[in-house]
């Protein structure tokens, strides 16, 4: 059955993108003849092969299904039954995970108001004040996102610093990187920098916001922790039998570069959707552009009368903040085309 959108390239998210053509190809080669299941197949040895090759030797990557399910088997290796993980308010996990950390881990986020959905180190040490109280909760971990969920960056030595605090108050650093891949990109650093490097305990490798068809990876950096994924991937239901398919993607994404490719890519559209914004009346953007998110505040006819023909969502619609989001897949026309209409819309 043939499906035809009416819509035209959609600016909604970088999860409405297709699949990039490498890694169909890597799917269909990986679809020959029969494997062991369950991770026991060569291309999830050369993923974890790979995962090693860009984060060290003694990192170890685990191939799973979504962001969601990462985030959970991540942080459940650190945390106990009256810990608790300090995140922004911002964080995904907080608002877009349906309450997974509290329902399925059993555990309580403590969330902190930030202005770009960064946390600083106060923002940890000012939550600390129960440890050892009996009637309070634990904290265990500091989770953050890179990028964050308001599209903005942690430098290596911001994150070097929140490890360094973590550590010296006995917290792990854990990091949900669903477009990790966008951050390296935008700093023109190696992956490894904002992980390994600047002492990450636990973090996610995202790779279907940046052009796989359904590929995610738990890496751990702390040894002590590894022995316990296996057990708590398959306890969250993100143990793939078939895990040929998604290790394949993974290693094609983490082959000569194709993950920095994308994310580029993805990133300088929205560069390039931001700067043609300029200028434009009742057209503010709210945060840095430093990935492929664009938050800008729009009036609300032109917005309605953009939704005619774009998806895109509101981040907050009381304020009139909406959230344009680019993709490995994004054109110079998708975006110019839309960036007429936007002109139109504001009476430009």
Known sequence: MLINSTFPKSFASDNHAGVHPAILEAIAAANTGDAPAYGGDDWTAVFEDRIRAEFGPSAEGFAVFNGAGANMVGLALMLGRYDAVICP??????????????????VKLITVPTPDGKLR?????????GIGNP??????VVS?????ELGTVYTPDEISVLARTAHEEGLFLHVD?????????FLD???????????VDVFSFGGTKNGALAAEAVVVLTPSLTAGVPFLRRQSLQLASKMRFISAQLSTLLMDGL?????????????RLADGLTGLPGITIEYPVESNAVFARVPTDAATELLKRYRFHYWDE????????TAFDTTEEHVDEFLDDIRKAVGS
Do not use: F, Y
């Open 144 to 148: 953050i996102s890179q990028v964050t």
């Open 89 to 106: 308010s911002s964080a995904h996990i907080a608002t877009h995970e349906a309450g997974a950390a509290e329902r399925l881990l059993g």
């Open 177 to 185: 990187g669903a477009r990790l891949a966008n951050a390296a990109a």
């Open 135 to 140: 009637h309070e909760v634990q904290p265990r």
């Open 121 to 129: 180190p106060d923002d940890i040490t000012s939550r600390l004040g």
């Open 259 to 271: 993950w920095r490719e994308n994310a580029r890519h993805a990133n300088a559209m929205a560069r």
């Open 318 to 325: 009381k304020a009139g903040l909406v959230r344009w989001m």
């Open 189 to 199: 650093c190696e992956l490894r920098d904002i992980t390994t490097d600047a002492g």
